[in-house]
């Protein structure tokens, strides 16, 4: 079922090349320098057949810059997000499947070891030099397979412990070959992890490889990198690293290119539209439809605001939605020129409390390891009163599953516990043998007394103020809940020091779950929070860490499955028997779900989709392709 | 009097050799490392990295070796002129720092002459009008200035003009001028844009100006030499600028050894919220983030600032006062 051949249907649909030229329109500045002789014709410049993109709404104007705004000195992501998400596929719109983008269609062997994409003939880079095979390769034989350029290559293109390899076929169809079954990997590469294959020039950064030029050597120390690597990424970027953003020579796939980069110190990053493009709309006219962005750099988000109340901003996804932000977003809307754009949730639960199983005080950890105590804790947490006092009363109670509408929702994952009983809370722990005089806190059965921390960021206000109510509540049943608030770093080294009895954070996976399954799998590296040494038992292969319970072991044996499975039936039943787990276990307490926050887009700004999932897998707004948003008055 | 300064500049050299110890030592206190802080900064944003990449990162810039080895790799280029490598830019600091301190030294030296200008006059006033209208009113705006947080102070400034005046007071710039090279517009546009991040950096050290002067003033009005010098029938102007105002400038200038760094270090939030392109930023973001070249060029920076602030007010205090002696 999942078997695709898209490369049949877009060379059917196709139109020649020559008809294409005939109806073909580009931005009046490019169509000038077209006149002047300075820059191909763009039916030279466009692939043989280039993609054709039907607009959210209507065909646009060409035209505008659109203004947006950077979160001080390390905001990569935000202009990955908009324009540098170019992978071999990218996501549907509505996140259900990965769809051709840099390559033109896939196919994949029987077996989910091979996979051949199929580039687009013709194709260019921004600098103007065909885009082939040759590219692709470069990536994976000289770079990834290179122990100086990355001592460990990146998970995502490993499978059983080996390295893709690539074949070239032609100079326009490459093949990726893997060990084991790696049925998932076209839609890894449609995440911003994925692009590698298709990030690096050949023509120009392999003037930056040893391999390729022997004076490397020279240019390292001339530049005072400390080797060619850090030479190289400074010049040819990395994923996610600013200074893939900071040279404006380098040949890129993107709809813009740096005009001015973004490099330390600077106070605003710009980007202009690359002639070469590849995309046109179903009217004939080369994308982007807007001629550049222009990225203001603020140190704060307050100044953010600011900006964005004040009309100096077109279009503004991160950092400001926030439910606390809300009013003041809609309060100015109008004078300010911006409507707000919803962004519905992708994660499993808005605060996930994490409980420690591999706590360092042995009795705490009976204690949170225990489901029954787990139980009463959920039992005592009255969350209606969390959802109106913190959510405004804009989401409902939710354990950490997810969401309705997702083919693995599974209704006992989501529903159980939640009733506020504080009534049942104290049977059950009170059963537990923890003993209670009045109305204080409770003690061990030993007499000692049983206190609780909870680790939060300082900046996630939302998760502060539920947890103060929660604090309330468990003393209402004799827990006592100290809350520690901590700077980020801080926060991720006691996660990796194994520090901490309860941490908060979002949880991912209320969409897609098999994107992060963090909350449910003990697999992420930073944050799977109900146990980092289990994560690392996983990881190093039994070696290092703690040994996860065994329900978790199970899971995880699943999820190695999984991740080999062919069939893609099969491989959803692995998934929901995963969950199913997950919710016999019950390691981790929800609170309410994810709500959707608010954004703003220009009034003027158009074929905007209405809403669209927030998150890092879908790394909005890239998927719903901004090359396609035009202003009215353009 | 320059043997004195040619001995403090000597001492400068093993001073600045412990104190750059000490920063690195600090940097690298905290636990972690920027690969570290480099994925929690992602993962806060819902963001992964992966695990190889940040193994590549920490052998590509030697955060595995142990400390004295790093501290001397660091060192010994510093030494040699090369003040290393940020990891977070990817860039030699060297490029990163002077291209913010020109704007910081600008907006520190117009935030201490406004501060001077205001303190000065004002303090003499108060203290010669001891418990007049005047004093009484300058007092309060000076409790005033002192209480308020400068960066409250900012973001307030910065609501009114965006609400009420549709105006970014933010920046040092406007978007026109913002890349502009260097001409007399962008000078002029600069001009328009500096007052306001002046007048609040200036605001709470000019209260605290104004305290001293009145205080150290009026401790002097009432000594005898005043009362001869006034029964001898000099004017009360020149009596006061030749006698004790001079001797009330001491503190003025004693502290102009912690007024350098403390105008760079001590802007930084007044910088984020108004979004200046100054140091301070630069350097709050590279010690969150552990980018330890870049934080330790900045700190040392800071420390050679305070020693060389020091020696000027020493050489200053000496020729202002007298009494002062050289050993």
């Excluded at chain 1, 199983?357 to 705490?364: G, H, I, N, Y």
């Excluded at chain 2, 002129?81 to 704007?103: A, C, K």
């Amino acid at each position: 079922m999942r078997r695709r051949n898209f490369l049949a249907l877009s060379l059917s649909t196709a139109l020649a090349p020559q008809a294409w030229a005939a109806t073909l329109a580009e931005a009046p500045a490019l169509a000038a320098l077209v006149k002047a002789g300075k820059l191909p014709k763009l039916a030279e410049r466009l692939p043989q057949q280039p993609e054709v993109v039907t607009p959210v709404a209507n065909v646009g104007k060409h035209g505008g810059i659109l203004r947006n705004a950077l979160a001080g000195d390390a905001d990569h992501n935000a202009i990955l997000r908009i324009v540098g998400n170019m992978g071999l596929t990218r996501w549907s719109p509505d996140f259900q499947k990965p769809v051709p983008n840099v390559a033109a269609g896939w196919d994949e062997s029987a077996d989910a070891r091979s996979f051949t994409f199929k580039l687009r003939p013709g194709m260019k880079w921004s600098d103007g030099h065909p885009f082939t095979a040759d590219d692709i390769l470069f990536c994976i034989n000289d770079l990834l397979a290179n122990k100086e350029f990355f001592a460990v290559p990146p998970s995502q293109y490993v499978v059983a412990g080996k390295l893709v390899t690539a074949t070239k076929q032609d100079d326009h169809t490459v093949t990726f070959h893997f060990a084991e079954p790696y049925r998932i990997f076209p839609e890894v590469l449609a995440g911003p992890l994925g692009q590698h294959p298709v990030l690096y020039a050949k023509h120009y950064c392999q003037q930056f490889v040893p391999k390729y030029n022997p004076g490397v050597a020279k240019m390292v120390a001339d530049s005072h990198q400390p080797n060619w690597a850090s030479l190289f990424r400074a010049k040819c970027g990395d994923i996610e690293v600013p200074a893939r953003w900071a040279n404006p020579e380098r040949p890129v796939l993107d709809p813009w290119v740096v005009e001015r980069g973004y490099t330390g110190g600077t106070t605003e990053v710009t980007m202009r539209r690359n002639p070469y493009f590849w995309q046109v709309d179903t009217a004939g006219n080369q994308l982007p439809y807007i001629d550049g962005i222009d990225f203001k750099v603020v140190s704060n988000e307050q100044s953010m605001l600011l900006a964005v109340i004040g009309g100096q901003i077109d279009l503004q996804l991160r950092y400001i939605p926030s439910i606390g932000n809300k009013p003041i977003l809609a309060q100015h809307a109008d004078k300010a020129g911006y409507v707000l754009q919803p962004l519905t949730p992708t994660d499993a639960n808005a605060v996930c409390i994490y409980l420690n199983q591999t706590d360092k005080d042995e009795k705490l950890k009976g204690l949170l390891t225990n489901k029954t105590f787990r139980i009463a804790l959920s039992h005592a947490m009255d969350r209606d009163s969390i959802n109106e006092i913190v959510f405004l009363g804009q989401s409902k109670p939710w354990q950490v599953a997810p969401l309705p509408g997702d083919s693995f929702y599974n209704e006992q994952l989501a529903t159980q516990y939640l009733k506020f009983d504080p009534k049942k809370a104290n049977e059950l722990l009170d059963s537990l043998g923890l003993k209670r005089s009045g109305t204080g806190p409770r003690t061990y059965p030993d007499g000692s007394k049983l206190f609780l921390t909870v680790d939060v960021m300082v900046n996630e206000t939302a998760m502060i103020d539920t947890i103060q109510m929660v604090k309330k509540q468990w003393a209402d049943v004799g827990i006592d809940l100290g809350i520690n608030t901590m700077e980020r770093s801080q926060f991720y080294n006691r996660g990796q020091d194994n520090a901490y009895d309860i941490d908060l954070e979002a949880a991912t996976g209320g969409v897609h779950p098999t994107t992060d399954p963090r909350a449910w799998l003990a697999v992420h590296q930073l944050d799977s929070r109900q146990s980092i040494p289990w994560v690392q038992w996983y990881t190093s292969g039994g070696k290092l860490g703690i040994a996860p319970s065994a329900s978790m072991q199970e899971r995880l044996k699943l999820w190695d499955q999984w991740k080999q499975t062919a069939d893609q039936a099969a491989a959803d039943a692995l998934v929901k028997k995963i969950l199913q787990m997950a919710a016999d276990a019950f390691e981790t307490i929800g609170t309410v779900q994810a709500l959707t926050v608010f954004g703003i887009r220009s009034k003027r700004l158009m074929n905007v989709p209405a809403s669209m999932p927030n998150g890092w897998t879908y790394p909005n707004p890239a998927p719903t392709l901004p090359q396609q948003y035009y202003f009215t008055d353009a | 009097m320059s043997r004195f300064i040619l001995r403090r500049l000597l001492g400068m050299v093993p001073f600045m050799a412990l104190v750059s110890i000490t920063c690195f030592g600090l940097i690298k206190l905290p636990p972690g490392d920027f690969a570290t802080n480099y994925a929690a900064s992602l993962a806060a944003g819902g963001e992964t990295v992966s695990q190889a990449t940040l193994l590549s990162m920490r052998e590509q810039y030697g955060l595995d070796r142990p400390f004295l080895v790093q501290y001397w790799r660091w060192i010994d280029g510093v030494a040699h002129g090369n003040f290393g490598y940020s990891f977070q830019w990817q860039q030699p600091v060297s490029t990163l720092i002077w291209g913010r301190m020109g704007l910081t030294l600008l907006l520190s030296l117009a935030a201490l002459l406004f501060t001077w200008a205001i303190a000065f006059p004002i303090g003499v006033y108060s203290a010669v009008h001891k418990y007049s209208v005047f004093d009484y009113v300058f007092t309060f705006l000076g409790m005033l200035g002192l209480a308020v947080p400068g960066f409250l102070l900012g973001l307030v400034l910065m609501y009114i003009g965006i609400a009420y005046f549709g105006e970014d007071l933010g920046g040092l710039f406007s978007h026109h001028y913002l890349n502009a090279p260097w001409s007399l517009g962008r000078v002029a546009d600069l001009l328009r844009h500096i007052w306001v991040p002046m007048v609040i950096l200036g605001t709470s050290g000019a209260a605290s100006l104004i305290r001293v002067m009145r205080a150290n003033l009026l401790d002097q009005l009432h000594q005898p030499y005043v009362e001869t010098a006034r029964a001898k029938g000099l004017s009360e102007f020149t009596l006061l600028l030749r006698y004790p105002i001079r001797i009330a400038l001491n503190p003025f200038v004693s502290t102009l050894g912690w007024v350098l760094p403390n105008l760079v270090s001590g802007s930084v939030i007044i910088s984020i919220v108004l979004n200046l392109q100054t140091a301070g930023p630069l350097l709050l973001q590279a010690l969150l983030s552990q980018d330890q070249y870049l934080a330790g060029a900045f700190l040392l920076l800071l420390c050679l600032l305070t020693v060389i602030g020091t020696l000027v007010s020493d050489i200053l205090l000496a020729l202002l006062d007298p009494r002062i002696r050289m050993q």
